[in-house]
């Protein structure tokens, strides 16, 4: 996933020139070179800039994109902020229009993350057939197939002839119609059949759909897991599949390119939790409820191990250094769940392998959640190991050295990932160890130079 | 990826139920009813059986599919080792029928993994043309667009009409051409457009492709990166990616269900990486030479550890509990590395949530491994602990206790996931923390009852 990052970025440094050489323009006010770039660039393209450009940029470059159909287009690829920031600009008219040319599910996508106001007034002056499909879909759970279903598909009676058909697709009116399936129903609308395009041109024109279709289907239902689907459509090899309701009437297809967003999501979710990092949440509160559970089991596992360290060690030695020895693992502990998270957060979300403002962002965010780390770890444990343990004058300087590598490893976590990147180093790989060695062994140094 | 392994399973129960019952007619030698099941059932699932049969059961289980275009596509599902074995079987005129029906680059895999006699045997045999193509393939690295992609795909002159383009189609004898897009080229067979066929379909007949179709090409050359390839397809929702030389010259095709396997590939490594387990093979061999980089690299780690405290403490106490507690960051950072790893092995390969067969030989494997290195480190422990720290008496018990923990960090690390599964509890995010804490306290228990 992040690997490619520091690899070869073809794709990165073409948009990097896009973004460089629109904002150039946009300040000589060169709008006539701007729209001849706008129109041969790609809508995921545009996507990217409206992203990298800040608010009145962007909604400037919005209203230069040719037709309406792109501008929908364009709208599925950008964030929700962003998409709310386009929309809250343009009036009722115009945001209905580019709503209904969307794909449903990106559309359900998008008044869902809209606040609720204004999504009721573009449901509302939608034509009826759309907006209820729409709202259909807003029903369902994120992470189900009907949550992750278009309904944008094409569905035709068995009964048709090929030649019909054909005239049928031609006749259609929305070209965002994803049609490379052509989803095959009896007359109770259930789903009977599956048939390429390919097969239909391959068939006589007199052939029914009945006859060349295939009646094998592999189907899912309304509230299967988006992971099974993802498993589904990959062993299949499937471009799409079809999701039915309990009496196989077609609701809805998932098509791949969503399948790999499931894919990704996936995948990241599994090294975040891996790395200890809970939580989809990017906001400072969202990414501390995320990480705090996981340092504070990291903290009483250390306060397990220094109760029995400092019980079983008074049969050998009676003396603070005892209470410095049974520290240890609480220190060694803390140390590597705060790195591991920092330095995932940053494998994870930050692109950019130089020292640059959108690192310094990053570096100080996870340092401001250090802090506060710090702080009540600083204090929590002067109060546990003062009244509780009552290891007298220690109990100030391990505190503070715990505070220190607190804030030591959430540093290392952000620097090492960039620094390895930049050596052309796979930081995936070395972070984890080298981090882990370096702060271990600056946290010892503290502890046994200054513990006492 | 393996969140997905403790939830619903359709999919799988659907593949057991299969293995099943297809084993249970085979014992009764009830042909006709395998050969109905086999009939119904789509390429990719028999693939699936034929990995959970016998080498004999699967040889002739693999006769008894109708056709040779459904033995090419099972065939280009099955892992290497069951192509080999299969393919043995069979006579050289039907290898060659087999190969030659396969995708380009399915046949270039499976030629890849037979040994040098046959697949030069099969090469020989096949069409000159088919079997250039293949060999051609198999110059290309793995991991590069040139390995990634097929020479299946559909290249038309763009100075066809569409009438014409379509009667083309129609001629085509493989059906396995994929054929979503039309890649258009000029008279000297470089790439200037594509076409989908949807475009095509809706189209007058008279119209020439030329003008019809889309001359923002996205392509890749032969060396890109599969990362790069995967994130293009990913960034435009593509189906497929045009492959060129640097004349533009068309070479081949990358479809998406290529590109989601490059994706899971892809974050199986990084969760890989994370967890300090190296490379791909999963030999015993393989496994060991993967893992041990990493728990050398803990071991030194903890042997500074060692050098630092020891030194340092000096000054506060003289006794053998100094080298005790010296001792402490090394136990547990060797715990830490060898549960992890133990743990995201179990995770990534085993996909059972019961401690069944599969489980155990998984288990014993690891332990095999961990015995290994239980042998290695505890002998090279006591050298380093007699001959150079000259820790007296010590060096035998810290060593032994060493190597309990290591064996005891494997069997946790093998037996926390599936206990988890089992009590529906997600084990990416439960294992880590929990078996970090247990094994660390393990081992200060018995380092400090036991270690002098």
Same mark, same amino acid.
């Given at each position: 996933?992040?690997?490619?990052?520091?690899?070869?970025?073809?794709?990165?440094?073409?948009?990097?020139?896009?973004?460089?050489?629109?904002?150039?323009?946009?300040?000589?006010?060169?709008?006539?070179?701007?729209?001849?770039?706008?129109?041969?660039?790609?809508?995921?393209?545009?996507?990217?800039?409206?992203?990298?450009?800040?608010?009145?940029?962007?909604?400037?470059?919005?209203?230069?994109?040719?037709?309406?159909?792109?501008?929908?287009?364009?709208?599925?690829?950008?964030?929700?902020?962003?998409?709310?920031?386009?929309? @809250?600009?343009?009036?009722? +008219? %115009?945001?209905?229009?580019?709503? &209904? #040319?969307?794909?449903?599910? !990106?559309?359900?996508? $998008?008044?869902?993350?809209?606040?609720?106001?204004?999504?009721?007034?573009?449901?509302?002056?939608?034509?009826?057939?759309?907006?209820?499909?729409?709202?259909?879909?807003?029903?369902?759970?994120?992470?189900?197939?009907?949550?992750?279903?278009?309904?944008?598909?094409?569905?035709?009676?068995?009964?048709?002839?090929?030649?019909?058909?054909?005239?049928?697709?031609?006749?259609?009116?929305?070209?965002?119609?994803?049609?490379?399936?052509?989803?095959?129903?009896?007359?109770?609308?259930?789903?009977?059949?599956?048939?390429?395009?390919?097969?239909?041109?391959?068939?006589?024109?007199?052939?029914?759909?009945?006859?060349?279709?295939?009646?094998?289907?592999?189907?899912?239902?309304?509230?299967?897991?988006?992971? @099974?689907?993802?498993?589904? +459509? %990959?062993?299949?090899?499937?471009? &799409? #599949?079809?999701?039915?309701? !309990?009496?196989?009437? $077609?609701?809805?297809?998932?098509?791949?390119?969503?399948?790999?967003?499931?894919?990704?999501?996936?995948?990241?979710?599994?090294?975040?939790?891996?790395?200890?990092?809970?939580?989809?949440?990017?906001?400072?509160?969202?990414?501390?409820?995320?990480?705090?559970?996981?340092?504070?089991?990291?903290?009483?596992?250390?306060?397990?191990?220094?109760?029995?360290?400092?019980?079983?060690?008074?049969?050998?030695?009676?003396?603070?250094?005892?209470?410095?020895?049974?520290?240890?693992?609480?220190?060694?502990?803390?140390?590597?769940?705060?790195?591991?998270?920092?330095?995932?957060?940053?494998?994870?979300?930050?692109?950019?392998?130089?020292?640059?403002?959108?690192?310094?962002?990053?570096?100080?965010?996870?340092?401001?959640?250090?802090?506060?780390?710090?702080?009540?770890?600083?204090?929590?444990?002067?109060?546990?190991?003062?009244?509780?343990?009552?290891?007298?004058?220690?109990?100030?300087?391990?505190?503070?050295?715990?505070?220190?590598?607190?804030?030591?490893?959430?540093?290392?976590?952000?620097?090492?990932?960039?620094?390895?990147?930049?050596?052309?180093?796979?930081?995936?790989?070395?972070?984890?160890?080298?981090?882990?060695?370096?702060?271990?062994?600056?946290?010892?140094?503290?502890?046994?130079?200054?513990?006492?």
């Amino acid at each position: 996933m992040y690997q490619q990052q520091w690899r070869k970025q073809v794709l990165e440094s073409k948009s990097k020139l896009l973004v460089t050489s629109v904002k150039k323009l946009y300040r000589r006010g060169a709008w006539r070179n701007i729209r001849r770039i706008i129109h041969k660039t790609h809508a995921p393209d545009i996507g990217l800039l409206l992203e990298e450009l800040d608010r009145a940029e962007a909604a400037s470059i919005f209203q230069m994109i040719d037709t309406t159909e792109t501008k929908a287009e364009v709208l599925s690829y950008v964030d929700s902020k962003i998409q709310r920031e386009l929309l @809250e600009k343009l009036d009722a +008219v %115009e945001s209905k229009k580019l709503v &209904s #040319l969307m794909d449903s599910d !990106d559309a359900a996508d $998008l008044l869902g993350g809209l606040p609720k106001d204004l999504s009721e007034q573009i449901l509302s002056s939608m034509h009826k057939e759309d907006s209820e499909e729409v709202a259909d879909l807003m029903r369902y759970p994120e992470d189900s197939a009907g949550g992750l279903m278009s309904t944008d598909y094409l569905a035709m009676d068995q009964s048709l002839s090929v030649e019909e058909a054909i005239k049928e697709i031609q006749a259609q009116e929305e070209e965002s119609l994803i049609s490379f399936y052509i989803y095959v129903v009896d007359e109770d609308e259930n789903l009977v059949g599956v048939l390429s395009l390919k097969a239909l041109i391959l068939s006589k024109p007199t052939d029914r759909l009945r006859d060349i279709m295939t009646r094998e289907l592999i189907t899912v239902g309304l509230e299967t897991d988006q992971e @099974e689907v993802a498993r589904i +459509v %990959e062993h299949y090899d499937f471009l &799409s #599949l079809p999701v039915v309701n !309990d009496d196989m009437a $077609l609701e809805g297809i998932i098509t791949v390119d969503d399948v790999i967003d499931v894919i990704r999501e996936e995948s990241a979710e599994d090294l975040k939790a891996f790395a200890r990092v809970g939580g989809e949440d990017e906001s400072f509160l969202g990414q501390f409820r995320g990480r705090f559970p996981w340092v504070l089991f990291s903290y009483f596992g250390g306060i397990c191990a220094f109760i029995l360290v400092s019980s079983l060690g008074k049969k050998w030695i009676d003396s603070s250094f005892l209470n410095l020895a049974a520290f240890v693992p609480l220190l060694l502990a803390l140390g590597s769940v705060i790195s591991g998270q920092v330095s995932v957060a940053h494998l994870t979300q930050h692109e950019d392998t130089n020292f640059d403002s959108e690192f310094f962002k990053a570096f100080l965010k996870d340092l401001g959640l250090a802090g506060i780390f710090t702080l009540l770890f600083c204090l929590v444990n002067y109060w546990i190991f003062n009244n509780v343990f009552e290891t007298g004058k220690i109990a100030i300087s391990v505190s503070l050295i715990l505070g220190v590598q607190i804030l030591f490893a959430s540093t290392l976590g952000s620097f090492v990932p960039t620094i390895l990147k930049k050596m052309k180093l796979d930081p995936a790989i070395a972070s984890g160890p080298l981090i882990t060695v370096i702060v271990d062994l600056v946290g010892l140094l503290l502890l046994f130079q200054w513990g006492m």
